[in-house]
């Protein structure tokens, strides 16, 4: 975690305690802040999902902002930039803007938004990076069939069948490889996961 992704997430804490009725005076933050930097310097806190300084129905308002966005093909990030670039009303996902900052939008990966979204809202598309687990194959040579390991990969293709309703995906590994993978959100879902950035 850099220093600047350090004070974002200080910062957050303090408007949410402010909102919250229980202001905190600058000699508390400065104690808050030089504990928070010593246990990351200790290394005991390894991974932040930004997406947990969200109250429950703000996290629902951005799933339904995700959702339709991506209804409609476009990037969910790329439209609140756009809105703030033409200094437009977001609507219910106004608080992003007004809370959390740019930064914090660009620190959302999809593997943060699987931790708290409904599988349903997060798509696959082209481009995205993704592991696969060699639970995928039939047999894994020379392995324990029931050791889980993951492969990076990239998607570059996606399909759903109109009759089966059925989505196929075909990824592409780091040694040019490629594998089709069918029933994607389906019954393979389990063997598929958001690569960590």
Sequence with gaps: MTQAEIEAVLQAAFRQ???????????????????VEARLDDRSIVSFNPL????????EALWHFIQAQEQQNQSWKAALLNDWLQDSDSGNV??????YGVQWLESI??????????????????????????????????????S?????????NLQEDPDTAQSTCIIRFE??????????????????????K
């Design 109 to 146: 990966t999809p593997a943060h938004l699987a931790e708290y979204a409904d599988e349903a809202i997060l798509k696959l598309k082209v481009g995205d990076r993704i592991e696969v687990s060699n639970a995928l194959w039939e047999w894994v040579s020379g392995a324990d069939p029931n």
């Design 148 to 156: 889980r390991e993951w492969f990076p990969c990239l998607v570059i």
């Design 94 to 99: 106004q608080f992003v803007r007004d809370l």
């Design 175 to 196: 040694n040019g490889s490629e594998y089709e993978i069918q029933g994607i959100y389906d019954w393979n879902r389990s063997n598929w996961r958001w690569a960590a």
């Design 17 to 35: 305690c402010e909102r919250a009725g229980y202001p905190l005076g600058e000699v508390q933050k400065q104690i808050f802040a030089q504990v």
């Design 52 to 59: 947990a300084q969200l109250t429950p129905g703000q996290r």
